[in-house]
Every structure is written in structure tokens, then in C-alpha cells.
């Protein structure tokens, strides 16, 4: 079966500093992934997508960044945090081609910026 | 692009009384509704999906109705309990590279005991 994890599930960040948010997705192959950001009490934002190693697609301009260096692997970045960065990242997977667009979501990262 | 709007961002219910949330969706491309339920501090998980060739799906105490005409689909859950309280959010998705959804903006249900 098809497992996803992410990490660390909470870190807190002074402002300037970066971050590096990992994902990894087991027991499938060619899988979509994703990154949501959850504020608190609100909905779910697209961050990026990909559909295939090095292929990234933002949906929001902002002060991240993702990248895919392998199949399975998902990392959402950033050089210098911003209190706004702060939220629920949740990294996501569904799989390519798939007529039931079902998302699956890791357990999440919280990330706090101070 | 898509729009899903949900509709009540908050229901509070009796325990055993059932619970209706709405959302409706702007692009007639989309075919593929899913229901999420996120409980407090945990990951949104599936709990329902409907597919456009349908017009109605249950699975126990929830069910799915889906109006393409009308781009509206509902999620109703009956007879509910303390354990149904929850944010649950609505999406749509289009056959498109990347299968991505759009997600409404959630619902806080609140089962009181």
C-alpha cells in the first residue's frame, strides 16, 4: 500500500532564517505531488505541484519554493521566512493519469515563525 | 479557472440530528467531487467521493448528492455523533496534468452531546 511522510511534523523558526520542509511518497511510482499551506482555522491554499521530477508549477507567488529531485521526494523551501510563512504544510500525492482525482495528504508540518 | 464555494462555514447539530453542507462549483469541465474531514490538528482525510456519471452516493451514515445542472453537490450525514465534529471541506477536479482539486473554503461541524 501507498504511504506518505513528512517531516518534521513542528518546527519553529526565527524570521530570516530558512526552511527546508521534506516529503517522501512509498509504494507507488510516478505519483502527482503537492504542497498545501492551513492557515489557522482556514482553508487549503496550492502551493506548488508536479507531475514529474524537476517539473514545478507555483500556484501563488510568494517567499517559497519547491523542488523535486526524485520521483518520490517533495521539498518545499525558502531562504528567509517570513512571519506569514507561518501555517499547517501539508505535502499531498494522487496518482498520474488517474480518471478518480483523489489527494492523499501527509501528516503535516506545523511551522511557526517568530 | 475553478470556483467552489461551501456553504455554512459553521453548523452546530444536536447529537442524532442530521447535517447538510452545500457547495457549488463554477466550471462544468470538473467530474470528480471529493469530501474531506479534517478533525483538530490532523491531516484532511477522504471520507466520500462522487464521480459526474453519478448522481447520488452513501456509505453508511453519509451520502453524496451531486446536481450537474445546477453545479451543486452536498454532503449529508445522519444520525450524528460527538466523533462527526470536524472541518469538512468539499472540492471538484478536472480531467487536466496534475489532477489538481479546488478545495471550498470548509465547514466547522459541531455535534453537541
Known amino acids: 500500500s501507498q504511504t506518505i511522510h513528512q517531516w518534521p511534523a513542528t518546527l519553529v523558526q526565527p524570521v530570516g532564517s530558512p526552511l527546508s520542509l521534506e516529503c517522501t511518497v512509498e509504494?507507488?511510482?510516478?505519483?502527482?505531488l503537492y504542497w498545501y499551506r492551513q492557515a489557522a482555522g482556514r482553508g487549503l491554499q496550492l502551493l506548488f505541484y508536479?507531475?514529474?521530477?524537476?517539473?514545478i508549477s507555483s500556484e501563488v507567488p510568494q517567499n517559497l519554493s519547491a523542488s523535486r529531485p526524485q520521483d518520490r521526494q517533495f521539498i518545499l523551501s525558502s531562504k528567509k521566512l517570513l512571519l506569514s510563512d507561518s501555517g499547517f504544510y501539508l505535502c499531498?500525492?494522487?496518482?498520474?493519469?488517474?480518471?478518480?482525482?483523489?489527494?492523499?495528504f501527509g501528516e503535516g508540518s506545523w511551522l511557526t515563525v517568530v | 479557472g475553478e470556483n467552489v464555494e461551501q456553504h455554512p462555514s459553521t453548523l452546530s447539530v444536536q447529537e442524532g440530528d442530521s447535517a447538510v453542507i452545500k457547495c457549488t462549483y463554477s466550471d462544468s469541465a470538473s467530474n470528480y467531487f471529493p469530501w474531506y474531514k479534517q478533525e483538530l490538528g490532523k491531516r484532511p482525510q477522504l471520507i466520500i467521493d462522487?464521480?459526474?456519471?453519478?448522481g447520488e452516493k452513501k456509505d453508511q451514515r453519509i451520502a453524496v448528492t451531486l446536481n450537474k445542472t445546477a453545479k451543486h453537490f452536498s454532503l449529508h450525514i445522519t444520525e450524528t455523533q460527538p466523533e462527526d465534529s470536524a472541518v469538512y471541506f468539499c472540492?471538484?477536479?478536472?480531467?487536466?496534468?496534475?489532477?489538481?482539486?479546488?478545495f471550498g473554503g470548509g465547514t466547522r461541524l459541531m455535534v453537541k452531546p
Open positions: 499531498a500525492w494522487s496518482v498520474r493519469g488517474s480518471m478518480r482525482n483523489t489527494i492523499y
Open positions: 508536479s507531475v514529474g521530477i524537476g517539473q
Open positions: 509504494g507507488t511510482s510516478n505519483p502527482n
Open positions: 472540492a471538484a477536479s478536472k480531467p487536466r496534468a496534475g489532477n489538481m482539486l479546488t
Open positions: 462522487i464521480r459526474s456519471n453519478v
